[in-house]
């Protein structure tokens, strides 16, 4: 017979699991579950706050990242350096030693920090696995000096604890942070690696400029395409349509309004006072009762008349959304990809439960990409990139159920079409359905789905035209081809009968060749066809044998030598 | 109408009106209008068999070729190629074969890839168009055929200046030119009664060496298969000019039959020639599905009709001038027998049993269609 263990000595042993223990068993949520994501998921979190905190501030965000190989095998030390807005000294043992501080779960906000768990759970796996603390440089501006310190987490209460602090006459940056950490981590080049992401990161935010330096000492630069932030954000109060039965009563519990009433309609958007009364009394409530006294029965009545359909509620006002934009994605792609026709398409907001999202699709076609291989996906939440689980991702389903034959490309059933194409499919929402706790595919919602088919679908119109116009200029080239020659062969007959030279006979020939065969002229003159094709904004052609766009290595003297720190 | 612009007309020698083509093709790129030509159809729509003078005839449809029509561009080409050559000819007095026309047209393009003529198969045809497009006969462009045929008998002509008595050519007998025209051609006596036009050349040999021309004072020609237009031109001058009948000893298939309707009335291809090669007066001697039985041939010597000789020889039965009742009668009885019979066929009755019993007996009962 086993011993009976009382609920005081299980009390007593669940108070002493630690933080690192539940770090440890909960790995696969936090994105640490294999060596190689975990060096992923650590430049992540921290290129993910650098570009949020430059964003917040205002700041046009250039990026440092660097791998080093430390000693000991498996182990690196990956440093992130931004000119971002700093920390303030007393805010980053908390920001880089607590697990979810400052954590952005409950703002309706459209945000990049929704994804992972931060970079504070970086630091504590990069703690446990090699035993070193994350060492933190910042500097909130020219008038203060930067400071430096290591931040040390106590891992069975979940306390940070800075050590080594210390000032610093001379920083390179006026202002930014730099956090530096060593971990176990593999580093593998391809898919799902660091510079994918980085380069990703690149395409949905043309407004940064990344450095990258990988473990061989090896350089990519990408030069940031538009000079202005994306506008910011603006926050908003949740859609009675977005909110689940467990989080009304806890709004109603923690709500600063004295009845239902004013709770309803100030704590919710799109609920006017009348609506809010309207509502209280179908479930039952008097509008005019204390929030915090609503029981759970009544709770669950008012959460039905929230959802009721004939319950009419406008939709989310869509304004918190901040997109990529159609040049700043064209900007975007054209320094990340090397194609010859680029479409983008940016749709109107629309909303899935109560959320308001908006759908941005951008099309690379032709150039460098691969001819043969199947179509690739780049998938983005909130111009995060989305690396794993692609197959069960809502985007890559939306892009299969797309007819590519309708634009002139190859797909076979139930797959993604083949050809030297980059898809783009960029979910902007304040809240990005997630599939999985790991936060890295797109939940299946139909809205979602129909929002991005009809994406693609207007960006694959555009490329089916010119890719048809293409061909059709290939097969006019052909043919003008034929009748030139044959034009010399029917003028030197000519002059041989006639007994006179032919000049003019010949050029009269050849425009009426040229006149036939028009649209070969496409091939010469790409800016023309793209004028021709469509006086859009949305499309924009690159001459593929011309003068390449700049090169993701740029020359030493187009960075900005004012912010330029030289890598490590 | 645009068609009427290109007319060439006909008083003119065959030099200019190649000339008068190549200027209206300037004056059409002039006009900003797709250079062309309107070449007269040479196929079984655009004929007629004229029943009054029992020959087939062209009609008046033409089918257009344009230099700016990727399915036309290359024949509208070598149409002026094969012109181009015929004036240089022409221009140096000179006459050559088709053969040397089109080595004379063959190049390769400027791509280095195409030739302007990939075989002579692809030139003949384009001589024959610019012939009915001009108006302008093979011999007026200076061009002849390989030469193909040979004649025996008591014929004396002259050729090129030379005096030749027919009766004395040996086994080979004299190859009948490809151009057969008065000025080469000039015939001086005879002593023959008839002409017999036999379709192989073994047969023809084996009747020159049995001389049968002798015993039965015939000139004997063979054309080697489908004669050449120099011996349907020369079987037609010597019909009018000698006043003698012509018989045609054929193969009993569909093919022989439709060697005799060409030289009786010309043939679908070069209707425009029917008027100076047709012999409607021509007749058919034999084979005829009816001799097997009634000369007693053996069935080993017939040879069973494949698909390729029913499907032809119901096409010939439509043609109109196919149409008469011995000729339908003549066919059907060839296909319900589902046999054919080659002239040699009769060579099983004895070496020499064409020369002595068959054609002999067939003339005296006046035995042809």
């Known amino acids: ?568 | 109408m645009t068609s009427d612009r290109l007319r060439i007309p006909a008083s003119l020698d065959a030099r200019a009106k190649i000339e008068h083509l190549a200027k209206k093709t300037i004056a059409m790129a002039r006009r900003e209008v797709d250079p062309y030509v309107d070449i007269p159809s040479r196929t079984l729509s655009n004929v007629t068999f004229s029943k009054r003078k029992k020959i087939i005839e062209m009609g008046d449809a033409t089918q257009r070729r344009s230099l700016f029509n990727l399915n036309q561009a290359r024949k509208y080409m070598q149409t002026l190629l094969v012109a181009r050559g015929c004036t240089q000819l022409l221009d140096e007095r000179k006459t050559t074969s088709i053969r040397d026309l089109y080595y004379m047209s063959k190049h390769t393009l400027a791509d280095g890839k195409e030739n302007t003529f990939e075989g002579q198969e692809e030139s003949d045809p384009i001589i024959e168009d610019l012939e009915v497009t001009l108006g302008a006969l093979r011999e007026e462009l200076h061009l002849f055929a390989a030469k193909r045929g040979s004649v025996v008998g008591p014929l004396t002509l002259v050729d090129a200046g030379d005096v030749i008595d027919l009766s004395r050519m040996g086994s080979g007998g004299w190859s009948v030119p490809g151009i057969v025209e008065p000025e080469t051609i000039r015939f001086v006596g005879h002593g023959a009664k008839f002409i017999l036009l036999v379709e192989k050349e073994a047969v023809w040999a084996r009747l020159n060496e049995d001389k049968f021309w002798k015993r039965h004072d015939c000139i004997l020609v063979t054309g080697q298969g489908q004669p050449p237009r120099g011996v349907r031109r020369l079987l037609y001058r010597m019909v009018h000019e000698l006043k003698l009948p012509l018989y045609v000893f054929v193969d009993n298939d569909p093919w022989g039959y439709y060697i005799h309707s060409v030289v009786k009335q010309g043939s679908i291809g070069l209707a425009f020639e029917s008027k100076r090669m047709a012999v409607p007066k021509a007749r058919f001697i034999g084979l005829s599905s009816f001799d097997p039985g009634a000369y007693d041939l053996s069935e080993d010597v017939s040879i069973r009709l494949n698909d390729q000789d029913r499907s032809r020889a119901k096409e010939i039965l439509n043609y109109e001038w196919f149409k008469a009742k011995a000729w339908q009668r003549e066919i059907r009885n060839m296909l319900s027998a589902g046999v054919k019979w080659e002239l040699e066929a009769l060579s099983s009755k004895g070496l020499s049993f064409v020369t002595e019993e068959f054609l002999p007996k067939k003339i005296a009962e006046r035995d042809w269609l």
Not at chain 1, 117 to 145: C, D, E, H, N, W
Not at chain 1, 311 to 334: F, K, N
Not at chain 1, 469 to 491: C, D, G, P, T, W
Not at chain 1, 495 to 516: D, H, M, V, W
């Open chain 1, 1 to 568: 017979m086993a011993k009976r263990v009382t609920a005081e000595t299980l009390s007593r042993r669940q108070r002493e699991i630690s933080v690192s223990e539940f770090f440890a068993k909960n790995r696969h949520l936090l994105g640490f579950d294999s060596l190689r994501k975990a060096l992923l998921t650590t430049v992540k979190e921290a290129v993910d706050n650098s570009l949020d905190a430059c964003e917040e501030a205002g700041i046009l965000p250039e990026i440092w990242v660097e791998l080093e190989a430390a000693e000991g095998g498996n182990r690196y030390v990956v440093r992130v350096t931004d000119n971002g807005p700093g920390i303030v000294r007393a805010q980053a043992p908390r920001i880089f030693g607590q697990l979810l501080y400052g954590s952005k779960f409950h703002s309706l906000k459209q945000s990049r920090g929704q994804q992972g768990i931060g970079i504070s759970a970086a630091a504590m796996y990069g703690q446990l696995t090699t035993g070193k603390p994350v060492s933190v440089v910042s500097r909130t501006g020219p008038g203060s000096p930067a400071y430096a310190m290591q931040v040390v987490i106590d891992t069975n209460t979940n306390k940070p604890k800075a050590v080594g602090r210390k000032k610093l006459d001379d920083w390179d940056l006026d202002h930014g942070t730099r956090v530096e950490l060593e971990l176990e981590a593999q580093y593998l080049k391809g898919r799902q690696s660091v510079e994918e992401f980085l380069h990703q990161v690149a395409v949905a935010n043309p407004h940064a400029t990344l450095h990258y330096r990988d473990p061989r000492g090896e350089e990519a630069h990408y030069v940031r395409g538009v000079e202005s932030n994306p506008v910011a954000p603006r926050e908003i109060k949740p859609h009675p349509h977005g909110v689940e039965l467990g989080v009304l009563m806890k709004m109603l519990q923690s709500t600063e309004h004295a009845t239902i009433g004013q709770c309803l309609s100030r704590d919710f958007s799109r609920v006017s006072p009348q609506m809010a009364v309207g509502l209280a009394k179908r479930a039952g409530i008097d509008p005019k009762a204390r929030p915090h006294t609503v029981v759970r029965k009544a709770a669950d009545k008012l959460y039905q008349a929230l959802n009721d359909a004939s319950t009419r509620i406008r939709p989310p006002s869509t304004d918190c959304l901040s997109p990529i934009g159609v040049q700043e994605l064209l900007a975007g792609l054209t320094r990340g990809i090397r194609a010859e026709f680029y479409a983008v398409e940016t749709r109107r907001p629309a909303v899935y439960r109560g959320n308001p999202f908006q759908v941005e699709v951008g099309m690379a076609w032709g150039g460098d990409l691969p001819a043969d291989d199947l179509a690739k996906v780049l998938r983005f939440a909130n111009r995060v990139p989305l690396q794993y689980l692609a197959g069960s991702c809502c985007i890559t389903k939306a892009v299969m159920d797309v007819s590519w034959r309708n634009y002139g490309l190859t797909q076979s059933r139930g797959a993604l079409p083949s050809g030297p194409l980059i898809v783009l499919v960029h979910l902007a929402s304040v809240w990005v359905p997630f599939s999985s706790e790991s936060k890295v595919a797109v939940a299946d919602y139909d809205e979602i789905r129909k929002e991005i088919k009809l994406a693609v679908q207007t960006c694959g119109r555009r490329l089916g035209r010119y890719v048809k116009r293409k061909a059709r200029a290939r097969s006019e080239a052909r043919r003008r081809e034929v009748f030139n020659l044959y034009i010399e062969e029917v003028v030197s007959s000519v002059e041989a009968i006639t007994g006179k030279n032919q000049k003019l006979f010949r050029e009269r020939l050849l425009a009426i060749s040229r006149k036939k065969t028009e649209l070969a002229g496409m091939l010469e003159e790409q800016d023309g066809a793209a004028d021709e094709m469509e006086a859009s904004e949305n499309v924009l052609v690159v001459d593929p044998d011309a003068e390449r766009l700049p090169p993701p290595v740029p020359a030493e003297a187009e960075r900005d030598p004012g912010s330029q720190l030289e890598l490590a």
